[in-house]
């Protein structure tokens, strides 16, 4: 080929590349504006193949998967990830498989929890994993734009947020800065656990998590809409720093 035909056949390309990303974007956005009806839209977004076609799964196959990678990440197996070949098929956009509300702590890295790879999971992390608004839209996003059939809420052990959580509600301790809004934010779930038997920030974090899927089930009509359609799944666990694995509580 020609050194004049070759580079105006990769400018067509991009171009063609960036028509189809403006187009699933805009389609997604109109539908939940409400000016383009439910069914143009998923035409528009069905119009060409997922980034990852292997992402496109429902809850329950999300859940298995998930709970799979995780017993991978545990037993020292994990898969080897191509990064590099990823890319270009990402560029376009992203249709993650689940959701996570975690921990800022960086102890946990959800992608390696789980053995997933690039475009897989859609993170929401800050610490103590409770609902934030901010929090809360970036899921909706990912559940009405992206399609992600799951959304876990991931706890951990030995949390500091929850920890403060604890020290505020047993000890009225006050903490600098906006560090006191983090404990202000758990200490509901705390309260709850107060003469419970066991250890209280074990069970506060066990608390947390429930409590926390519990406002994603109930305070959002897009979540609520989409688990009542099945479509979606909301689950809770909570992560175990010596030795990675994640156990179901909600």
């Given at each position: ?32 504006s409400g000016i383009l009806p439910k069914q143009a839209a998923f035409a ?5 193949t997922s980034p990852k076609p292997e992402n496109d799964l429902n809850p ?191």
């Amino acid at each position: 080929m020609c050194n004049i035909c070759e580079p105006q056949k990769e400018t067509k390309k991009n171009e063609r590349r960036s028509f189809l990303r403006l187009a699933g974007i805009s389609a997604s956005t109109l539908m939940l504006s409400g000016i383009l009806p439910k069914q143009a839209a998923f035409a528009a977004s069905t119009a060409s193949t997922s980034p990852k076609p292997e992402n496109d799964l429902n809850p329950q196959q999300a859940l298995a998967r998930l709970l799979a990678g995780n017993t991978r990440y545990v037993q020292g197996v994990a898969k080897r990830h191509d990064f590099v070949a990823e890319r270009e098929a990402l560029v376009g956009g992203q249709n993650p498989f689940a959701a996570v509300l975690g921990c800022a702590d960086s102890r946990i890295a959800p992608e390696y929890a789980f053995d997933t790879s690039r475009g897989d999971l859609f993170a929401v992390r800050i610490a103590g994993n409770f609902v934030t608004t901010d929090g809360l839209a970036s899921l909706e996003y990912a559940v009405a734009v992206l399609g992600t059939p799951l959304i876990l809420v991931l706890g951990h052990d030995s949390c500091g947020a929850i920890s403060a959580g604890v020290k505020a509600v047993q000890e009225d301790t006050k903490f600098p800065g906006q560090i006191q809004s983090l404990a202000d934010a758990v200490k509901p779930s705390v309260e709850k656990v107060l003469k419970a038997p066991g250890d209280i920030l074990e069970n506060a974090i066990t608390q947390n998590v429930k409590d926390t899927v519990s406002r994603l089930k109930h305070e959002s009509p897009i979540l609520s809409d989409a688990l009542e359609k099945g479509k979606l799944n909301i689950v809770g666990g909570v992560y175990k720093l010596s030795s990675g694995k994640v156990e179901m509580v909600a």
